[in-house]
């Protein structure tokens, strides 16, 4: 099969082993041999992040808006807030995903480029004291690769009573995270990102005495319920609706292979591809606009080259022509391209990139 490097944020790059367990006899969901593989895969989701005892992986067939909305407009009852820390467009996605359930929430704005000011941000909270009962957080922004850093935020919601809500989609299965340290109640990621599986499914992975605390709150959604889907997953190994049935034997296999390479040694390698992506594009003469002592080693956000020669489609339809597919940026203010190092990829696909990139900057004539 041709091998296409995805330098977008996801759907990433997956190994031949992952395409090809989708390749398997037809099969009805609501038999009991798929069941044992929905278990599987729920109880492999959570072991990544938390203890299955305490933690409990809730599954929906969507992409991974839906899973932030399924936890939103299931969890935040009619007479409680959220405060929302907006630093990027996923922030500002918790903010519409609000607007359009009428959830109450306050919005927490931060800089897209720095790490959040925690004075400032305790001093909302106290001033919002007993309007909010939650926080929610995007743990690496995508947007430009900013991280933040989730244990300060955890300790602020323990001072404050606060229940933790983590929009994990491009963090969860390279950064390590301890949902139970970190006190996280909520966290919410997607099958076809850092897990390095297909796109179809997303899943809440949630704290199950919280869950159970949402039973008899008023219902404001249907196929997203939360706790209806929980329920339902206990009874029956299923899920209430069809189920994206090959995306799910592709994660089962992706499960796998992350249990074989464990999170922290693929945070070694995404950092590994990271480092040589950096010194890369800095030798080519281009910068980045996240320091890197803020940064997520999973996307970067670099400066276009001022260049008379350069149009970002130029760009892209040139790398794309030789099997490398980069994403635009996504920040106003900036003229800025990103390139993600994640997904079944190691250095040496970075360093054939980088060669690649520098045939191009050669023809435009950014570089001799
Ligand atoms: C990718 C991503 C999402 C979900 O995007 P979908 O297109 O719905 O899959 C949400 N939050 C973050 C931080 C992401 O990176």
Redesign the pocket.
């Given at each position: 099969m041709k091998r296409n490097i995805l330098l977008n944020?996801?759907p990433a790059t997956t190994t031949e082993t992952v395409k090809l367990a989708q390749v398997v006899p037809d099969i009805c969901p609501r038999e009991a041999e798929f069941g044992a593989l929905m278990e599987f895969v729920s109880e492999g989701l959570t072991s990544f992040v938390a203890n299955p005892k305490d933690y409990t992986s809730v599954l929906f067939g969507?992409?991974?808006?839906?899973?932030?909305e399924a936890v939103l407009s299931s969890v935040i009852g009619e007479d409680e807030g959220v405060l929302i820390v907006n630093n990027?467009a996923?922030g500002a996605?918790m903010c519409q995903i609000c607007d359009a359930y009428g959830i109450h929430y306050v919005e927490f704005k931060s800089s897209k480029i720095e790490p959040i000011n925690l004075e400032e941000l305790e001093a909302c909270i106290k001033e919002h004291q007993g309007f909010i009962q939650y926080l929610a957080v995007?743990?690496?922004?995508?947007?430009t690769g900013l991280l933040n850093d989730l244990d300060p935020l955890a300790e602020l919601t323990r001072k404050y009573g606060l229940t933790f809500i983590v929009?994990?989609?491009?963090?969860y299965a390279a950064i390590p995270i301890h949902m139970a340290k970190q006190n996280i109640s909520y966290l919410?990621a997607?099958s076809?990102?850092n897990i390095q599986g297909m796109?179809g499914v997303?899943f809440a992975i949630c704290n199950k005495q919280k869950l159970q605390e949402l039973k008899d709150k008023k219902k404001r959604n249907f196929y997203l319920d939360l706790y209806a889907q929980y329920e339902y997953f206990q009874k029956t190994k299923q899920l209430r609706f069809t189920p994206p049935v090959q995306t799910l034997y592709a994660l089962k296999q992706a499960i796998i292979e992350l249990q074989e390479e464990t999170v922290e040694g693929r945070y070694e390698r995404y950092t590994d591809n990271w480092e040589t992506l950096l010194e890369g594009i800095t030798r080519l003469g281009l910068t980045y606009l996240v320091a890197k002592e803020h940064h997520s080693h999973i996307i970067t956000t670099i400066l276009e080259p001022d260049c008379e020669g350069y149009s970002f489609d130029g760009m892209h339809d040139y790398l794309y022509a030789r099997g490398y597919t980069i994403y635009p940026g996504k920040i106003g203010e900036n003229n800025t391209f990103r390139i993600a190092n994640i997904g079944a990829l190691d250095r040496n696909d970075i360093k054939e990139f980088l060669e690649c990139l520098e045939k191009y900057l050669i023809g435009i004539k950014f570089i001799k």
């Open positions: 944020p996801g969507g992409s991974g808006t839906a899973g932030v990027g996923y996605r995007i743990h690496n922004e995508t947007t929009d994990a989609m491009s963090s919410v997607s076809n990102k796109a997303v």
